[in-house]
Every structure is written in C-alpha cells, then in structure tokens.
C-alpha cells in the first residue's frame, strides 16, 4: 500500500520552488516578450515618405476598374527612410491620428507583431497617436466593440502566436447596409484609418472599404496574413512584390516538425502508414513546404493533378473519334491508384509503413469534385436568395438535402434549361459514401468559400486505396518482400530445405534481388496448400509445415493506418523568428503608408526570400491584384488567390525527389529532420525552403 502523502498542499503551493515549476510566465515566454526584431534600414530614420515605382504594372481587370474607381490607379509604393523633411511633411506624418485595426479569418502567427510594430511607430512619430483594436473580427467594426490598444497590452504580447489580443472572425463586410454601418462606426468612433490583417477575402473587403471610405477620408490598409501562403504578388513581367503572406513559415515548420516525428516512429515501429492532412483551404503551399522540410514517402501537390493528362485516354478517343473530357486532371480513382502502387512498391521491399502528406484542399483540384463543389455552391446561394433563408436550416439532415436534391433532378427532366443538377448528378453522387456526401454539403463560409477543413479528405482518398489494395491483394499483387537470409535461417532452424520449397513459394527465387516475392497465385493458406500439393512438394493430405505457414504470413500485407490532421496546431504556434521579423516590419510598414496619406495598399516586403539587409518595405495596390471568381454561386471581384505554380523551382525539387523520397529501394528512408523552430539565427532554413529555392531558381536561370 503507498504511503499515505504528509504534505500540506497549501504550503507546498506556495514554495517558491514549487511556483517556478507551475508558473505560466515561463523562461521561453520571457525571451519571446523581451525579444526586438531587427528592422529594415529605412525604418532607422526618424521619418519615411513613399516614391512611385511605376516600373511595376498589373494587368487590370475592367470590373475592378468599374468597381474601385478611387484606388485602381494606385501605384506601387516604395517606403523611403527621411532623416528630415520640409515642414509640410513632417506636419503630416506627425499629425496626431486614431487608427483601428482588426484581424480577419483565421489566425496566422505573427499577427501580434504587426500591432506591436504598428503600435512602436505611430508613438515614435507623435506619442498622441492612439491604436483601437476590433474586437472577434469585422464583426467588431460593425458592433463597434473596440479597445484601446495601450503598451502594457502591446508587451503582453510580443512575438506571441495566436490572434488573442483582439480574437478574430470571419464576418465580411458585404452589403450596402453592412458598409454603412463600418463607415458611421469609423467615424463615430474618429477613425482615420483602418488596418485589415487578413487573407484573400479580408484583403477584398479591404480593398472596397478603401474605395466606400475614400470620399470620407478615412483610409484602408490591408496586410497579407494566412498560414495558407496563397497572397503572393507578382507584377505582370513577373517581378515578386510579395513572395509570401505572414504565418505560412511558422505553420509549415510546426507541421513538419510533428510529421518528421512521425517518420521517426514509422520508421522504427514500421508497421503504419500515417495519413497525414495538412491545412491550406485550396492551395498545396504548405504540402509541398513540409514536404521540402520532412521528405516524407509520398506528397500530393493539388495543383499537380490538376494539370495531369491522361495521354492513353485521349489516344483511345481519338481512335474512337470522341472527346473523353475525364483525361484532363487526375481522377479520384487514377489517384488512389498512384498511391497503391507506392504502397505496394515499399511493401516489396519490406517496407509495410510510410508517411503521406495530403493537403487539405486537394480535392479541389479533382476535376469531377470540383463540379460537385460549384453545382452545390450554386444550387444553396440560388436556395437561400429564392427563399430568403438559409438552406441549412430548412434541411437539416442529410437526408433532406438529399430529397431535395432528388426533386431538383426530377424537375431537371421537366425542364433542362433550369438543371444544375439532373439525374446523372444525382446518381453519382448518391454513389459516394454519406460522410462525403455531408461533407460537400456543409454550410459554406461567410465568404461562401467551401470549408475543405470539415471534409474528412484523407477519410475519402483513403477509401479508395483501401479498396484497390484489397484488390490487388486478391489477385496476388501486394506482397511484403521477405530478406533470403531470413528465409534460410528460419526453415533451415526447422531443418527443412529451402531449396525444396522456395521455386514453390518465390517467384524470384534463385535470382539476386534483395528481397523475395511470394508468387501471385499464393493468396491464402488454401491456395498455399493447393499449389504445394500440385507441385508435389507435400502429399495431398500433410497439411502446409508450419513454418511454411510462418513464412507464408510474413509475405501477407496488413495495410494499418493512422490518420492525423495538421491545421489549427501549426496556426496556434509562437511565431519563428523568420515571421516575428517579418510581421514587425510590416506593421511599421503599415504606419509608413497611413503616415504617408496611402488608402487601398497591401503592406508589404519585397525581397523577402533574401537576406534582412535586402529587404525592401512596399505598399501594393490592391485593386489591380482583383479578378472575378465564383462565389456564392455568382462571380464576384475578388484578390486573386495564388496556387502552387508547377513550373517553380520548388515544385520542380519536389518533383524530382519524390522517387527517392519514396524510397522503394532496399535500405534505409530519406527523411529530414527539420527540428524544432528555432527563435535566433538567421540560416537558410530559417525562412522557407521553397522561398529559398525559388530565389536560387531565379538566380540560375538569370
Ligand atoms: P485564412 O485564409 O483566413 O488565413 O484561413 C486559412 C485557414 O486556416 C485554412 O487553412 C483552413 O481551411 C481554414 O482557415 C479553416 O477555417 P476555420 O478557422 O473557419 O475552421
């Protein structure tokens, strides 16, 4: 029996050693707090003013000139550091102002920092300025819950992860009532400029409050945070303004860390294959950088399978004289058959276990989910328009959307000229499994984006491959490759001869591979029996030797798994030092534009893939960066999102590693262990790899 403990607990609480151990204010955290980014040489002066870089131009869109009339001809920005200026200047950039400033969609680390630079600038240029936080999101400019920013708010938080100081949300601001409302809050509340630290969308919505608050003289600054990396800009000739939003460094080296982790145990239990899905709602960006950070087995990149021809299928059309539009893109089917024959070449070579990254927006890239996708965008919008409600509460089990779905394609019959969705729509996708099917059907965002983190993808993909494997196993096609050495030993210790039963049981057998491969035919320890009574190697009433049978079962594949799912974790991470430099920089960025009278621009570092002493603080206009998207059934104007571009120096790496990274060869993984995050230093692998390989892609190219 234990022994009974003595301590008086309240006593104990309060030892001093004992509150070291169970103190929150932890030394890590202490360092963090205490940490100051370096700032880029310009913001070393006591002033800025901003200088046209026409030399960059953007190919407009007609409906963003139409819709954003006060801020389209908005030029790049150059921030300049001033050591003095005319009074006039100085007047201006010193004149006292109230700014506001709101954090929208998803946390990204390093959100923190772009208010504490924000915050550090403003007081140095006139300590009267004042800084009001939104609170939960654009939902807090229309509820006008704010709070006054003040420093020991700003310490509390420095170089900290997380959106916790003002929270954040995902209400968009975008209705004629809605605008109305922001621009009497801003103005009740004596706002002279607003700052939007948000994504695509939010960097939407900052563009049109932009252009609703130009006549009021309030200006708009946008900052270009996910973790998803989607906002990078280029101009037209393809000169990188922006090569990477705030909080994708961070997310990535988080994930990586979990997944090299994972290689780690894989490789030591060796007897799973771990799924894992990795955040980023439609790009591959984080996929393919973890992938560059851990080289794990297999990576799927989305906008690969996109750009995926099926050079057999369009042949046979051809031949046939028809079009099969199915050979562009990869399907679900032709995917899952590309991860089995992976699986399948590792297990060859002994090695049942592995890890897959898929990123989470991967199915957007499949052709016939993406239709799916659009059609029931298109068919709730054009619900909850028609009837004024929302679609998600008048059905609210699967089973009544699916009714209602079915009485779509009955009427499809009646009128073809009205069928989003007709008979063959409903057919198929009554033939994917109901949790998919209630995945696609989930209520869409604010922003009436599909929400791919609800969808169990990896569930989906996994199915498959479960499937097909299964298949191949039937017909003999899956094996686990055993070692000859192991073999021998184990029938000789049983003083059985291997060469009596080995032409029997391997169909490489006395040849050099490394690895035997039990033949097709060997299915089950009947077909086992049938083939070794046939080939007279045991009478027809023996019975299979059991250590025959022994080596019978190490040739038979059990494909196990674990499924994990990357995305808020790496959301949540304290900031590298990478993101920390970066976003405190764009904050005083973010003052260097207000200060100089810019509405409409995107804060920004150019040079951001080379080293500190190169980068280069900029302002880009946001409206030239818009094009029209669906959304919500209906194209709308919208910040262009950026995929992970197939002919990029990154993505070619990956491409050519991928075969060796797999590894189906006799020997040992080539995984990367890319370690913790690191807050100091500034090496290669401090910013991200594919930053990095695109620069010295660039640069051998130049
Ligand atoms: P942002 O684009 O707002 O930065 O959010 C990105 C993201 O983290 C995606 O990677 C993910 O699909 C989505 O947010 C999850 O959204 P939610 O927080 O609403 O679950």
Known sequence: MPAKSTIDLNLFLKNPKVQSVTTSNTSDLQERLKFKPPVCEVFNHPYTRLENAPQYEFQIHPAAKEQLPNIINNPVEKIIGLDSGDDDHKNTYQQQKNIGIVFSGGPAPGGHNVIAGLYDAMKKANPDNRLFGFILGPEGILESDIIELNQDIIDAHRNLGGFSMIKTGRTKIDSTDKMNMARENCKKLNIDALVIVGGDDSNTNAA?????????????????????????????????????????????????????????????????????????????????????????????????????????????????????????????????????????????????????????????????????????????????????????????????????????????REDTNLSVWNTRDDDLFNDIPAFFQEGLLIERDSHGNFQFSQVETEKVILGLVQDYLKIRQEQGRYKIGIKPEWYHKTLKKEGLDPDYYGPVLFKNYNTNDPFLLARDSLVSKKTLNQELVKKQVIGKNDGIPPVIQRVFKATVPKFKTQIHFYGYDGRGNDPTWFDCTYTYNLGLTVFSLIANNATGQMAAIKNLEKNLSDWEPIGIPIAPLMHLEERKGKLALVLERTIVDIESPAFKVVKAMREKWLAAVPGPDQYRRPGPIRFSGNSVDSKPLALTLNNLGRKTED
């Open 208 to 412: 049109f409050l932009a252009q609703e608050l130009y006549g009021d003289g309030i200006q708009v600054i946008g900052v270009p945070k996910t973790i998803d990396g989607d906002i990078q800009v280029k101009d037209k000739n393809g000169a990188v303004l922006c090569a990477m939003s705030f909080g994708f460094h961070t997310a990535a080296r988080a994930f990586a860390q979990n997944i090299s982790n994972l290689c780690s145990d894989s490789s030591s239990d060796v007897k799973y294959w771990h799924i894992c899905k990795v955040m980023g709602r439609v790009a591959s960006h984080l996929g393919m950088e973890v992938a560059l950070q851990v080289h794990p087995n297999m990576c799927l990149i989305g906008e690969e399978l996109a750009d995926y021809i099926d050079v057999k299928r369009i042949e046979k059309a051809k031949a046939e004289k028809t079009t099969d539009y199915t050979a562009y893109g990869m399907t679900l089917r032709h995917l899952s058959r590309v991860i089995c024959n992976a699986i399948v070449r590792r297990a060859e070579v002994g090695k049942n276990y592995g890890v897959i990254v898929i990123p989470e927006g991967i199915l957007e890239f499949i052709n016939e989910i993406q239709v799916f996708i659009i059609k029931l965008n298109t068919i709730i919008a054009e619900y909850n328009q028609t009837h004024d409600t929302d679609f998600h509460a008048d059905f609210v089990t699967l089973d009544d959307k699916l009714d209602y779905l079915r009485r779509l394609a009955r009427f499809s």
